[in-house]
């Protein structure tokens, strides 16, 4: 009789922790969807960003607007479409044309989490005295982004991104967001502005 009694106590305890993961899942999904809403929800913004990695280190400016983001470091410039990408190589002057994995277009884009935290990922959150810090895992280990740390202040925007692939982590911290009315022209490469650039298409 006394297996059957540890063995009670054993699968209470277990449906207790799965009871609780399962809600702090839940509530970091809250978070995450606010966040969503609160970005997506505008005519598109501007932000700052600062980028470090196994590659070394960049920073510079963004733009986004849904799924479409822009951006400018002192290396190069950076516009994508939602299907696109076009990647300005300032000392080359050449212009890459490419379709983007998911991890490229976040090493770009710091608020491309937006779109992905949905579906494939197991979430966790950690309450901190400034907001969350949401946990992302992906289910399937083969996908280009294996991990994720999400931090986000009590305005629900994100401060920090930290994602694992198969080269290691790179941290992108973001400050400075603001609500911008952008045209959809402006995520597009324009090749009058670029007279001298060579264009190579990669797709």
Known sequence: MEWIRKSMVVMA???????VYAQNAAQARK????TAALIKGKGGATANFSMSGKYGTSSGTIAIKGNKFTASTTQANVWYDGKTMWTYVKNTQEVNISNPTEAQQQSMNPYKFLTIYKNGFNLGMTTLSSGWKIHLTAANQQRSIKEMYITVDKNYYPKEIKMRQNNGWTTIKVSG???????DSAFRF????YPKAEVIDLR
């Open 13 to 19: 305890l277990f449906c207790l922790v799965q009871g």
């Open 31 to 34: 978070i995450l969807d606010k």
């Open 177 to 183: 967001f603001k609500a911008r009315s952008l045209s």
């Open 190 to 193: 324009n090749a009058k502005d």
